[in-house]
């Protein structure tokens, strides 16, 4: 593979990746979580081609110098780009996980609570909001 179809393949590798986070920060924002699994799988798939890719680009430092100055920007900025995902990904995940927690802790204390030989306390739940 030339670099130039090299670079074009992974431009295009991870623009597919943040296309899946993106859909997958969305779905956890839903709080809907079917298909999660499959996005999980997509991302590692992905992420794994990405790695395999830049490891490749970079085995080869001269090749990149043989790419056009513009073509060389754009995989900074797709560069760039991917490092933002990643990091709104998280920031999405970690606060789904908070919230979950902080539900699980509240259902534990609830339960906790209940009277005895009554059994747990139930609470009402509605998600009728996003992330």
């Not at 081609?49 to 056009?68: H, I, K, N, T, W």
């Not at 560069?79 to 995902?85: A, E, K, M």
């Amino acid at each position: 593979m030339n670099p130039f179809e090299r670079t074009a393949m992974l431009i295009t590798l991870m623009r597919q990746l943040a296309e899946v986070m993106a859909r997958q920060s969305e779905i956890v924002r839903r709080l809907r979580l079917d298909g999660l699994a499959d996005l999980v799988e997509e991302q590692r798939l992905l992420t794994d081609a990405v790695e395999r890719e830049l490891l490749a680009f970079r085995a080869c430092p001269q090749a990149a110098g043989e790419l056009p100055e513009a073509t060389r920007q754009e995989l900074e900025r797709e560069l760039r780009s991917l490092r933002g995902t990643f990091r709104g990904n998280a920031r999405t995940m970690a606060t789904a996980r908070s919230i979950m927690e902080g539900l699980l802790r509240e259902l534990r204390r609830s339960c906790a609570a209940g009277s005895p030989g009554r059994g747990a306390e139930v609470i009402p739940v509605a998600f009728d909001r996003q992330v």
